[in-house]
């Protein structure tokens, strides 16, 4: 089983984002004990409910394995030096999507937690940063993040281990996942996106995305 440690935990409040907009994908590192709820860390928040946060998007985990890579496409931006910069909740080196199973449990602290779905890329990260095209990278190289459902509470503090317990849907790794729902690839797999659909791991309302999009795609 995979264990690695937890570089940073990270919270947010919203902010003026954009005109009127607020947003709390700017997450800042938080020390010492942080309870873990059914909707994640304490003092962590969203501002648009309706696509981030709730039980099946409790904690995001983006690797700062992937910073490295955003170093050369971007250059140096200042906000890559931050464990947060993604809006991310769990920062850590060594696990990344293709090792990451749909439905894999991980310890966190005392807290037991589950995968539940790949991050969908958003326009607040292009935005964030101040450079395009970063949404059509994340579509080409799978570097997306993940969620996790909280299973059972408990509380964490950065050092902690994120020890796995189970290995999940070994047929679905957070990366395939991904490429099926939101790649590049043509024409769409509809086979796949449907067997996706029964899969009881995934997110419902993603599950029911995915029935939405298969309706209303074109007969081949």
């Given at each position: 089983?995979?264990?690695?440690?937890?570089?940073?935990?990270?919270?947010?409040?919203?902010?003026?984002f954009?005109?009127?907009?607020?947003?709390?994908?700017g997450k800042?590192?938080?020390s010492?004990?942080?309870h873990?709820?059914?909707?994640?860390?304490?003092?962590?928040?969203?501002?648009?409910?309706?696509?981030?946060?709730?039980?099946?998007?409790?904690?995001?985990?983006?690797?700062?394995d992937?910073?490295?890579?955003?170093?050369?496409?971007?250059?140096?931006?200042?906000?890559?030096?931050?464990?947060?910069?993604?809006?991310?909740?769990?920062?850590?080196?060594g696990?990344?999507?293709?090792?990451?199973?749909?439905?894999?449990?991980?310890?966190?602290?005392?807290?037991?937690?589950?995968?539940?779905r790949?991050?969908?890329?958003?326009?607040k990260i292009?935005?964030?940063?101040g450079?395009?095209?970063?949404?059509?990278?994340?579509?080409?190289?799978?570097?997306?993040?993940?969620?996790?459902?909280?299973?059972?509470?408990?509380?964490?503090?950065?050092?902690?281990?994120?020890?796995?317990?189970?290995?999940?849907?070994?047929?679905?790794?957070?990366?395939?996942?991904?490429?099926a729902?939101?790649?590049?690839?043509?024409?769409?797999?509809?086979?796949?996106?449907?067997?996706?659909?029964q899969?009881q791991?995934?997110?419902?309302?993603?599950?029911?995305s995915?029935r939405?999009?298969?309706?209303?795609?074109?007969?081949?």
């Amino acid at each position: 089983m995979i264990a690695t440690r937890v570089d940073a935990l990270c919270i947010g409040q919203p902010v003026p984002f954009r005109g009127e907009e607020r947003s709390a994908i700017g997450k800042a590192p938080v020390s010492g004990p942080v309870h873990v709820g059914r909707e994640g860390l304490a003092g962590d928040a969203q501002a648009d409910r309706r696509h981030h946060g709730g039980p099946d998007m409790a904690l995001h985990h983006f690797p700062l394995d992937h910073h490295a890579f955003w170093r050369e496409e971007i250059g140096d931006h200042p906000l890559l030096d931050l464990p947060g910069a993604f809006g991310t909740n769990i920062a850590t080196h060594g696990l990344t999507e293709e090792a990451v199973n749909l439905g894999a449990r991980y310890r966190l602290g005392s807290a037991l937690i589950e995968v539940s779905r790949p991050r969908q890329p958003c326009w607040k990260i292009e935005h964030r940063f101040g450079h395009k095209k970063m949404l059509r990278h994340i579509l080409n190289t799978r570097r997306c993040g993940w969620y996790y459902r909280v299973i059972e509470e408990g509380t964490v503090q950065a050092g902690d281990m994120l020890e796995q317990v189970t290995h999940g849907r070994e047929e679905w790794p957070v990366d395939r996942v991904f490429e099926a729902i939101w790649g590049i690839s043509e024409p769409m797999d509809r086979a796949q996106l449907h067997t996706l659909t029964q899969v009881q791991e995934l997110a419902p309302a993603l599950r029911d995305s995915i029935r939405r999009k298969l309706e209303n795609a074109p007969p081949r």
